[in-house]
């Protein structure tokens, strides 16, 4: 939220979803800070790329140590200014400091290579070297790990950056970047920008200084950034929104798909672009399925996210549960009818209930758009055909699930899915060694693992020629 204070000063309120106090306010920065802080890190990468890769790694690693001997007041903050329960902000707190550890490790393995030469007097090598200034724009949600997963990899291979987090969740993100400093990261190889979003992203889009935009946001956003990017010819990854299916096959245990499910669907609150956004489940197990599923989803606890044994928090802001609202009564209108939840929660504020609908069908918004809330709706199938079909109807492409206790058919259905992840047997996937990424509208270039670090490295081709003289001595 954004007030003005008056000339001189306008601040950003950042306000705890779940009580709706003020927990403080932070600066509210534009063009004139954008522009300094890509000279910052413009001046600065001069002399982080020349550290060794062993310098650059033991700097990594003494954040991630910060992070971690800091995790319970980071996790505090994540709770205050995001919502999400204590226990899922210090899961997220160690997930977001693995990206740091990882890469930290990272830093030491970017080998270049020599290529057999065609001509008996050359020598052909690849290096491979740093791109530059990043620009990375993160959303609310995972407040710490969105960042982390950016500048983890751009800093190990000598890259300075910029950083805008979400205006809703700006602490977490300065709690992290002091810790960079305490940990011996030079000032002006991060550096964080809160305000005006889009006076923030044209001004990095703009710069010819910054050579790479990395966004996780939504796909409206990122396309935005993908076509403003095109003027300086940045490199650009996305990482983008979600439509996640979670296939429950008539073969499924029971037991795992519901608890799958469950964890896919409602963790963050329905708030994540991997959560489950269209629970499909075959005719055979349907009856069985929804009742084993409604029956968990009425254990999850709403409420502060601070009070012990709470699952569920509020959702980010009033918005949020509008869109929430309206896909119901969309779905409502058109047949689905409501079998758990379907109302604001009585605690009030931006709290929902846990919601699961029944006879869903893929003409209805919630099937059809992220719906990013407690809402879980469920869709029959009749064949594996059928389940794949509807599973790949939509321009989304980032996360599926799949439930069965068949081998051949979870390999013949995560070949067919058009999804850049995919768990079997299993609702909670994400970790820092696997590359995450989307297909599709889902986004571009993959995050995390050996493979995220590419996305902020050059190539560089050398001919080394005229090498007869040294060979006929
Ligand atoms: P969002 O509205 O796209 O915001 C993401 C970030 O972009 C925020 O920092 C936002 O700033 C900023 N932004 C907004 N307009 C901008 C502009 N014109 N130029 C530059 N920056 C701009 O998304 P969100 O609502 O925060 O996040 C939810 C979305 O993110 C969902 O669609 C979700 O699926 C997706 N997501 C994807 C992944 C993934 O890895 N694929 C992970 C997490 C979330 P302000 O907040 O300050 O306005």
């Known amino acids: 939220m954004q007030i003005h204070l008056g000339d001189w000063e306008d601040r950003i309120l950042v306000q705890n979803p779940a009580t709706g106090d003020i927990v403080t306010s932070v600066a509210y920065m534009g063009k004139k800070e954008t522009t300094d802080a890509i000279s910052s890190a413009y001046n600065t990468f001069n002399s982080w790329s020349k550290h060794t890769a062993s310098e650059r790694s033991k700097c990594l690693r003494k954040w991630y140590d910060l992070m971690i001997s800091h995790k319970e007041e980071l996790a505090l903050l994540m709770t205050l200014e995001q919502g999400k329960p204590l226990k899922e902000a210090l899961g997220e707190v160690a997930y977001g400091a693995g990206f740091i550890e990882f890469f930290a490790e ?28 990043v620009g990375a724009i993160t959303p609310w949600n995972f407040p710490l790990a969105m960042i982390t997963r950016k500048v983890g990899p751009a800093l190990a291979c000598g890259c300075t950056v910029v950083v805008k987090p979400s205006e809703y969740t700006p602490l977490t993100a300065l709690a992290a970047a002091e810790l960079s400093l305490q940990a011996g990261i030079p000032p002006g190889v991060l550096n964080v920008v809160v305000g005006n979003a889009s006076d923030i992203g044209d001004t990095l889009l703009q710069s010819t200084k910054v050579r790479k935009i990395t966004f996780t946001g939504s796909t409206a956003v990122g396309k935005k950034l993908l076509a403003g990017s095109a003027n300086t010819v940045k490199r650009i990854s996305l990482e983008l929104g979600g439509n996640a299916p ?3 096959f008539d073969d499924a245990d029971l037991d795992v798909a519901v608890k799958g499910a ?32 409604a029956k968990a989803v009425q254990n999850l606890h709403v409420g502060n996210g601070l009070v012990e044994g709470i699952a569920q928090g509020p959702l980010i802001n009033e918005a949020a549960v509008e869109k929430v609202e309206k896909f119901i009564k969309d779905a409502t209108s058109k047949g689905a009818n409501v079998i758990l939840g379907g109302r604001r929660h009585s605690l009030g504020m931006t709290f929902y209930e846990p919601t699961v609908l029944g006879n869903v069908n893929d003409e209805m918004l919630v099937s059809r758009e992220e719906v990013f809330g407690p809402v879980a709706p469920l869709l029959r199938f009749k064949t594996e055909e059928d389940a794949i079909h509807i599973a790949n109807d939509t321009n989304a492409g980032l996360a599926a699930y799949i439930f069965t206790t068949s081998i051949p058919r979870s390999w013949r259905v995560t070949e067919a899915l058009e999804y850049g992840l995919v768990g079997v047997n299993e609702g909670l996937i994400s970790t820092e060694v696997a590359p995450f990424g989307g297909f599709k509208q889902s986004g571009l270039g993959r995050e995390g693992s050996k493979y995220g670090i590419d996305e902020y490295l050059e190539l560089k081709y050398v001919c080394l020629g005229n090498m007869k003289e040294a060979y006929t001595k």
């Open 246 to 248: 979670c296939i429950v």
């Open 262 to 293: 469950l964890a896919a669907k409602f963790r963050n609150s329905g708030q994540t672009c991997v959560c489950a956004n269209r629970i499909l489940v075959q005719e055979g197990i349907y009856e069985k399925f929804a009742n084993a599923f």
């Open 106 to 133: 990272e830093a030491k393995r970017i080998y270049g290579d020599i290529i057999p030469a065609t001509l008996a007097d050359r020598r052909l090598f690849v290096l491979k070297q740093p791109v530059g200034v």
